[in-house]
Structures are given as C-alpha cells and as structure tokens.
C-alpha cells in the first residue's frame, strides 16, 4: 500500500519533500551542510527527518526514516568499487 511519495527537486538534491496520496506536503528529509572542509575529509553525514502527518502510524514512521538512510546510501555515500 502506497501512503507516500519523496521527491527532491533537481537543483537541491539535499532537500527531499514527502507527500502523501494526496499530494499535500506531510515532512521533508533534509541533509545538513556541516562546512566545506567537513563534507570533503569524512563520510560522516547529518540528516533530519521532520514528518507533519500525526495521523501516521509507528510503521509508516519507520519507513520514512528508513527511506532517510536509503537516501544517504543512494546519493551521499561513495558506492563505488575500488
């Protein structure tokens, strides 16, 4: 059952929108810029995950901030093979 859509727009792809069925905007996951030097010599990322919906249950809850460490694999980490 699909409750929710993230979509990030193509110019910020550290902001990612979460919209419900509906299309009505229920929460962002947002990726936090820590400095230049921080973001060039670790992989150590900060995330915050903000979800306007208080209808949703502890499940849907957990798949969003699942789909948060997805989106840090997916797009912010290093993937490829050395």
């Not at 979509?7 to 400095?35: E, H, M, N, Q």
């Not at 919906?53 to 989106?71: F, G, H, Q, Y």
Request: proline residues 2%.
């Amino acid at each position: 059952m699909v409750f929710a859509q993230i979509k990030a727009p193509v110019w910020r792809l550290w902001t990612f929108a979460i919209y419900d069925v509906r299309g009505r905007s229920v929460g962002t996951i947002t990726k936090k810029w820590r400095g230049i030097l921080s973001e060039a010599f670790t992989d150590a990322d900060i995330f915050g995950v903000q979800m306007l919906e208080p209808s949703w249950d502890t499940l849907k809850r957990m798949i969003v901030l699942c789909a948060a460490i997805s989106i840090d694999f997916d797009f912010f980490e290093d993937n490829q093979s050395d």
